[in-house]
């Protein structure tokens, strides 16, 4: 058979083409912000209990207020950036992550499940979460923090085209 | 009722119910004592204090013998033309059926007592269960010759029709000389670790310092009368005869015996064990491809370990457990041709690599170059805190292979494409290539860290239902991966690249 390079012209893999909900900023603050919490919770506690020096609480208060403002400030603004999905007539496409970022596609034949999943923080923020299953236990679609709506048209799109494909998916 | 005694060969219209082999009556109640033997032991010295107290060890063990007993009275086994139902369970009744087009493994084991009473324990793989870790349906035992007549009659139901089937063809068995490429293997280092870790566990719980006592104590003395060098070099010595003795026994009690046959329908049949029996059987629509493998001291001796990459079979560590073993420990060539001809004569198997950018042999050496740096920094670390010098002995070496290591894992990665076939080899001290139909591949996922993305590199991993569900391709161009992808499931990226036109070209 062939090489790669010759089998297909150099291509360059664009992002999906959608967001996901505008809301999903604010719901991935919230669900950073427990972790803030035990941790100035934690230093409270060992501040408490070292009896230390005044200069000392105002540099690790002021350091890790600083730590969790930038992270509670960017990372989902970052994420909201990396974070898409695209349904194509072949195929499944999603991006997702921050610092290790990670493009899935799967062919719409493959697929063998489609589910939907909302926690309660994301019920409050009227998101959903839709997980596409293929055979492979290691390739498992994610599309987080959709909008509701979008999230059930796209189950509906999904399902209604591969039950049209027989056979296991392997 | 009778023990499963009908000709299965014949479609099984008949919706009769079989019971397992009855001499499965003789094993159940040692297995189950020996399962319950700490409880045993327990009631044992709870009782002692007491007159009755042994009466109350000997009514356990009958009971714990007696309950042993329903697991045969309450299996039933359904075997129709559509369908195998097993029921099971006293208190839980549980009834597993699976549709026959769904079986795509039947596993034949054979512990001692099995052997000795001519029994065999049937586990029939679905796929899917498996990997959920569940296992597939297992009839717990039968007689060889009706196990046998049910694995062929659930794998090749044709074969009835066909009066004179041709015999199994043989593709490979033991070499006895492949037995010396057991301490190569280092699997005895697992068993090493194992006893390690038992002893010390003994010694915490007991508060008893076992190197001061029996024959441990000699040898301790011995140590401490001798020099720092005379000591390492004879500790050093008696971990490697170790490890070569355990690995040797291991290679002979998991592969004694070893024969890969194909069956005419072209199922492949592997037989193995010296003490446990097991017979293996894959059908050739769920053999998606093979894996080579080899630990870093069996690439030394020019060999490798050979495994099939199918649906329905576990994997995971302790290959010679997982069921999927195409070939023992043998020499390069032997798996390769093996491996070759499982997968119909493929030059896939030895087919020359690409290699990748220049930019994926920085990567390997830097994170070689990491490594080794952590593990040298602990080493002097503990040398300093510990004040010794020895911990500084592994700290250099770790620094010293660094770079060997770096360049050699470049020099092992790599992909093609071949036959429809998907290869993608990398890894130093476990080198590991893997031939995957590309029509078993069910997706991709395209992975980047952020220093990867600066590099321009990708690493792409082919998702399958198979063997171990993905396989990567380790720091490929990103033009590159998706090509490749694009090349192995086409139209699959319809819409989704860029017109190639104000792009460079990547032909190298």
Known sequence: MTTPEAAAAPARLRAPANLVSRRARAYWAVRALPLWVVVAAAEVVVLLATDASATAVTTVVAVSAAVALAHLLVMPQWRYRVHRWELTETAVYTQAGWFRQERRIAPITRIQTVDTVRGPIEQLFGLANVTVTTASARGPILVHALDLAVAERLVATLTDRAQLDGGDGT | ?508
């Open chain 2, 1 to 508: 009722m009778t023990a499963l005694d009908v000709p299965l060969q014949q479609p099984v219209a008949d919706a009769a119910w079989h019971r397992l082999s009855p001499r499965m009556l003789l094993i159940h109640p040692i297995l189950e004592l020996g399962r319950a033997l700490p409880a045993l032991v327990g009631i044992f010295f709870a009782g002692s204090g007491h007159d009755s107290g042994h009466y109350w060890t000997l009514g356990a063990a009958g009971l714990v013998m007696l309950y042993s007993l329903t697991r045969w009275f309450t299996t039933r086994l359904q075997v129709t033309e559509q369908s195998v139902t097993l029921r099971h369970g006293l208190v839980r009744r549980r009834t597993v059926t699976t549709s026959r087009d769904r079986i795509r493994t039947v596993d034949l084991t054979s512990h001692l007592l099995h052997r000795a009473l001519g029994l065999a324990r049937v586990v029939i793989g679905t796929g899917t269960n498996d990997r959920k870790g569940r296992g597939g349906l297992v009839l717990d035992g039968l007689t060889v010759g009706v196990a046998r007549r049910l694995r062929d009659d659930l794998l090749h139901p044709v074969r009835a029709q066909a009066p004179a089937a041709a015999p199994p063809v043989e593709l490979a068995r033991l070499d006895r000389h492949w037995i010396g490429y057991a301490p190569f293997t280092l699997s005895g280092v697992i068993t090493g670790v194992v006893i390690w870790g038992l002893f010390w566990r003994i010694q915490g719980e007991s508060r008893i310092d076992l190197l001061r006592k029996g024959p441990l104590r000699e040898v301790t003395d011995w140590f401490t009368a001798r020099s720092t060098g005379t000591a390492v070099v004879v500790l050093v010595a008696a971990a490697v005869v170790f490890v070569a003795v355990t690995s040797t026994v291991g290679y002979v009690l998991a592969f004694w015996n070893f024969r890969l046959a194909r069956h005419p329908s072209g199922t492949l049949e592997v037989t193995r064990g010296l003490l446990t029996t097991r017979a293996t059987s894959i059908e050739r629509r769920r053999l998606a491809g093979v894996h080579l493998s080899a630990p870093l001291p069996l690439r030394w001796v020019h060999a490798t370990r050979t495994t099939a990459v199918a649906t329905g079979l576990r994997t995971g560590r302790g290959s010679e457990r997982g069921g999927e073993v195409l070939l023992p420990p043998a020499p390069a060539h032997v798996a390769t041709a093996v491996a070759t001809d499982v997968l119909d004569g493929t030059a896939a198997v030895s087919v020359a690599l690409h290699r990748h950018p220049r930019a994926a042999r920085r990567r390997r050496m830097i994170r070689s170059a990491v490594g080794a740096t952590v593990l040298a920094a602990a080493g002097v670390l503990s040398a300093v805190l510990a004040d010794t010098t020895w911990p500084l002995v592994p700290a250099a070496v770790a620094l010293a292979a660094a770079v060997p290591i770096g360049l050699d894992r470049y020099a092992n990665l790599g992909h093609a494409r071949a036959d429809g076939y998907l290869v993608t080899q990398f890894g130093s001290l476990v080198r590991r290539r893997s031939v995957l139909a590309e029509s078993a591949v069910v997706g991709w996922t395209l992975r980047t860290t952020f220093l990867q993305r600066r590099q321009g590199l990708t690493t792409l991993v082919a998702t399958t239902a198979a063997g171990a569900q993905g396989y990567p391709v380790l720091d490929l161009a990103g033009d590159d991966a998706v090509a490749l992808a694009d090349a192995v499931t086409p139209g699959l990226f319809t819409g989704l690249v860029h017109a190639p036109a104000a792009h460079r070209a990547t032909a190298r």
